[in-house]
C-alpha cells in the first residue's frame, strides 16, 4: 500500500489524500498493468476502484497506472473523477438550489463481502438533466461520473 495525493488548487497547498492498494499477479508471465511503485512517483492512473477505508479515508484499488516523467514539486491540478452506479434510497429531493439524491453503493471487494456506501448526489438546477433528476425514486438505478475538487466520504 502507498499513500497518493491530488493536487486540488493551483495556488496554494489543499490536496486530496487517499490510499493505494495495489495488486501483482503471483505468476509472473500473467499481464500486469502497473509499474512497481516507489515514493516520489506521479501516477496516471487510467483504471481503479475506491471504496470507504477505515477511519473514514478513501481508498483507492489500482487496475492500470503509467508513472509520468513529473516531479512531485510540479504536481498539475487535476481532480478526483469516480464513475459508479448507485440505488436512490429516497426519492429525491427538489431545493432552490439543486436536486439530491441520497444513494447506496454496493461495493463487492470480495464476493462474500459486500459493503453498502451511503452517498450524496446534487444536481443543480436549471441543467439538461433537469426531467430526468427529478423523476427518480426510491429503488431507481443511477449511472452518475462525479468531478470532485474534494471528496469526503461520511461516517454512518
Not at 497518493?4 to 486530496?16: F, P, S
Not at 509499474?35 to 476502484?49: F, H, R, T, W, Y
Not at 464476493?111 to 423523476?135: A, C, V, W, Y
Request: proline residues 5%.
Amino acid at each position: 500500500t502507498a499513500l497518493g495525493y491530488t493536487r486540488l488548487e493551483e495556488e496554494g497547498d489543499a490536496v486530496q489524500t487517499f490510499n493505494i492498494t495495489v495488486f501483482y499477479p503471483v505468476d509472473e508471465t500473467k499481464p500486469c498493468y502497473l509499474p512497481k511503485l516507489s515514493e516520489g512517483q506521479v501516477l496516471s492512473i487510467a483504471n481503479s476502484k475506491f471504496s470507504k477505508g477505515s477511519n473514514n479515508e478513501l481508498d483507492i484499488i489500482l487496475t492500470s497506472a503509467t508513472v509520468l516523467d513529473i516531479s512531485p514539486e510540479n504536481l498539475p491540478v487535476h481532480q478526483t473523477n469516480v464513475v459508479g452506479v448507485g440505488v436512490a434510497s429516497e426519492a429525491a429531493l427538489i431545493t432552490d438550489v439543486g436536486i439530491q439524491i441520497e444513494c447506496i453503493i454496493t461495493d463487492y471487494l470480495a464476493k462474500d463481502k459486500p459493503t453498502e456506501i451511503p452517498i450524496t448526489l446534487f444536481h443543480p438546477n436549471g441543467s439538461r438533466l433537469m426531467n430526468q433528476t427529478t423523476s427518480v425514486k426510491r429503488g431507481s438505478s443511477i449511472f452518475f461520473l462525479v468531478l470532485y475538487h474534494q471528496l469526503k466520504i461520511n461516517s454512518t
